[in-house]
């Protein structure tokens, strides 16, 4: 059975919600973080997968500069998600629990640089698709379209917070490897906590989606 885009689009609506359970590792646990991780790479498998059609696509066609923007920021992307799945390979607790060895073969910095960096490149992915996930989602003509006027002063809005919650949760600091996790505050909110991360996200995919328009809107001009 061919799987259709809206199916594609559920498996990495998955993929995001488990990202953002990565992230609460003092909530969630350690054992529960590596299995999440482990669904994550059988997902991550799966994506891939059912977008084979883009890696022998790479070698046809022409490239500008929005194509080679585009796959620049695959290319990190799947480079990125490699270290971070290594990084938490190497520092398994369960795995090497079996050996009754020290785990601790990265530091954790390194897989927290990856995870964080991860987040990013895959909100600009996102970004990127915005407009065929938009089209597949809430079909032209659809009653709720008018709504969609109000969607640049939502992304407005959404980036705005998301500028304050990187500086929030430190993440410039953690993209250099300055320090790993956060320490978990049991008093703060923890909708507030997955909130700031969806915003960190909805910066960049809204950076990434109208950056996109600009660029085609200036190309068009061009000619």
């Given amino acids: 059975m061919k799987w259709t885009l809206r199916k594609r689009l559920w498996l990495d609506g998955m993929m995001t919600v488990l990202i953002l359970l990565e992230f609460a590792y003092q909530l969630t646990g350690n054992t529960l973080h590596e299995l999440i991780g482990i669904a994550l790479f059988l997902l991550f498998i799966g994506h891939a997968a059912l977008n084979w059609r883009w890696f022998p696509a790479l070698f046809k066609g022409r490239y500008n500069g929005i194509r080679l923007a585009s796959l620049t920021v695959n290319l990190l992307l799947l480079a990125d998600a490699l270290l971070l799945m290594m990084s938490g390979l190497l520092n398994s607790n369960l795995l090497f629990a079996w050996f009754g060895v020290q785990s601790e073969w990265l530091p954790h910095e390194i897989h927290s640089a990856s995870a964080n960096g991860f987040l990013i490149l895959m ?80 910066l960049y995919t809204a950076l990434a989606h109208y950056g996109l328009r600009f660029a085609l809107q200036r190309r068009k001009r061009e000619r």
């Avoid at 659809?142 to 809005?157: D, E, F, G, N, Y």
């Avoid at 300055?178 to 969806?198: L, N, R, T």
């Fill in 123 to 202: 909100a600009v992915h996102l970004g990127l698709h915005w407009k065929m996930v938009m089209a597949e989602t809430l079909p032209r003509h659809h009653p709720q379209q008018r709504w969609l006027t109000l969607l640049p002063i939502l992304a407005l809005a959404l980036a705005a917070y998301g500028i304050y919650a990187m500086l929030e949760r430190k993440l410039l600091l953690k993209l250099i490897a300055y320090y790993s996790f956060d320490h978990w505050d049991f008093e703060a909110s923890i909708a507030g906590f997955f909130f700031q991360y969806i915003a960190i996200v909805g």
